[in-house]
């Protein structure tokens, strides 16, 4: 098997000239270093919640997958590790942009609507707080760095430099629409998507196609709708809590020799309770 690339959460085996295999592994990345330990069934969590998020927009435009199941795969990729946890992707040519959805005002975007009353040469209204929902949800997108550098956000007209006018439009309103169709139905379930990001890449006819993860907890910003509160930074459910454990025991620049068994824990009791909430059943049912 030919492994084409390990990122700091997957990875990705070529099948053939038109497929790859991607398989999520159950690592954790946080401050860009892959942690000590794993967060165990983590990444079967994560593909089964992109597989799922795939299948609810398929409405709106096309996405890469072609097979979650192991059945489905090449003999030689039929391995027992990676049921639940891999995807046989149609292989594409991807964009050079992530596109970045923020419904609301929170991280990088919080900081630079302080200084600025901008995000990424957006214009936003004044007097607004922290982890409101803006007006309107907006696009900002940002240039996808070579590994071990940091994606670099960038205008709207950078963008179309880098796509050309027609494309660039066409994956901003698509992703508005993802987000907005998602964002509701999260909704319905208690919690608020605060931003996401989504990959696109075009097939050999040159169709659009929505590809990588999406929706999930190490790709977008879920808050409980129960606690928002704006004026204050929110609870996410995803691995905030192992950065604040990394950054109150003085990890924040080194990585630690392990994780404590509770930080674990408690770090995947988030993802569940993500996982859980959006797909309305409990995670045990269906691995
Ligand atoms: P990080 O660990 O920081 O996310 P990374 O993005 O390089 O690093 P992965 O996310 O594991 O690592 O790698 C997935 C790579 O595969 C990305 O470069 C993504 O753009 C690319 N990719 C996703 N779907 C497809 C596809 N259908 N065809 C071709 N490439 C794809
Ligand atoms: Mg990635």
């Not at 295999?21 to 983590?42: E, T, W």
């Not at 404590?260 to 309770?273: C, D, F, R």
């Amino acid at each position: 098997m030919k492994n084409i690339s390990s990122g700091k959460v997957r990875d990705i085996y070529e099948v053939d000239e038109k497929r790859l295999l991607m398989v999520v592994s159950d690592r954790i990345s946080a401050f860009d270093h892959i942690m000590p330990n794993d967060i165990p069934q983590k990444g079967i969590l994560l593909n089964q919640m992109s597989a799922f998020w795939f299948d609810y927009v398929s409405d709106l435009i096309p996405n890469h997958v072609l097979s979650t199941k192991l059945d489905d795969f090449p003999k030689e990729f039929q391995n027992e590790s990676f049921q639940g946890r891999s995807m046989l992707v149609k292989k594409l040519k991807m964009l050079p942009i992530e596109c970045i959805v923020r419904g609301y005002l929170s991280g990088s975007s919080w900081k630079s609507y302080l200084q600025t009353s901008e995000i990424c040469g957006i214009k936003i209204q004044k007097g607004m707080k922290e982890s409101e929902k803006l007006p309107t949800p907006i696009f900002t997108p940002s240039s996808k760095a070579h590994s071990g550098s940091h994606d670099e956000n960038i205008t709207f007209e950078k963008a179309i430099e880098l796509l050309g006018e027609d494309l660039s439009e066409k994956i901003k309103s698509k992703s508005i629409e993802i987000y907005d169709k998602c964002a509701r139905y999260a909704l319905s379930k208690g919690l608020i998507i605060a931003d996401a990001k989504f990959e696109f890449g075009l097939d050999n006819n040159g169709e659009l196609i929505i590809a990588d993860e999406i929706l999930t907890p190490d790709s977008s910003r879920f808050w409980l709708l129960d606690t928002y509160e704006i004026g204050r930074s929110q609870d996410s459910l995803d691995k905030q809590y192992l950065r604040n454990w990394l950054s109150m025991n003085g990890y924040a620049n080194k990585l630690p020799n392990y994780l404590p068994q509770h930080v674990i824990e408690m770090t995947k009791s988030k993802y569940l309770e993500c996982y859980e909430k959006i797909m309305g059943q409990s995670f045990e049912v269906i691995i």
